[in-house]
């Protein structure tokens, strides 16, 4: 196994600190840590970016050290965002079935059913869309309805 071939990679933008960490995924699905960096932030105020060119220097920085570190390039990160500006809206998709068993496309269908629904404030966009339950013939709390 390469180590190159199975990291990942964590990234943290904090208002005093980025800082990033990466591991090297095992043959058991653990991950041991083979190097981080951290790098004062700047750009941000009480979580916002307020410079842009100043919050990416940052970011660069703080990858650079966990690269060195670690002894990989880092072509992708997990990052986790938090603040004000985020919202979970509750929504439900809904998909017509005639005595069949449900498959990858009904679940995707009812998925991209949900996501259309209107979004109170223009200015805001779908990041994700995380599935709670599926009904199915009127049975709730069922997590995966496949077959």
Same mark, same amino acid.
């Given at each position: 196994?390469?180590? +190159? #071939?199975? /990291? %990942?990679? *964590?990234?943290? /933008? *904090? @208002? @005093? +600190?980025?800082? =990033?960490?990466v591991g090297e995924v095992l043959e058991d699905h653990s991950v041991n840590v083979i190097g981080f960096g951290g790098h004062p932030s700047n750009g941000l105020k +009480? *979580?916002?970016? =307020?410079?842009? #060119?100043? @919050? %990416? #220097?940052?970011i660069k920085r703080a990858v650079e050290d966990a690269e060195l570190m670690a002894a990989v390039q880092i072509n992708s990160v997990y990052t986790g965002i938090a603040g004000g500006h985020i919202a979970s809206e509750s929504a439900q998709g809904v998909v017509a079935l005639k005595k069949k068993e449900v498959t990858k496309a009904d679940i995707r269908r009812a998925i991209d059913t949900a996501r259309g629904c209107v979004i109170p404030n223009p200015d805001r966009q779908i990041l994700h869309v995380l599935p709670r339950e599926f009904i199915v013939d009127r049975q709730e709390g069922i997590r995966d309805p496949l077959g």
């Open positions: 196994m390469s180590r +190159k #071939e199975h /990291i %990942v990679v *964590g990234l943290d /933008i *904090g @208002t @005093t +600190k980025i800082c =990033v960490v +009480k *979580g916002m970016v =307020v410079n842009m #060119e100043s @919050t %990416v #220097e940052s």
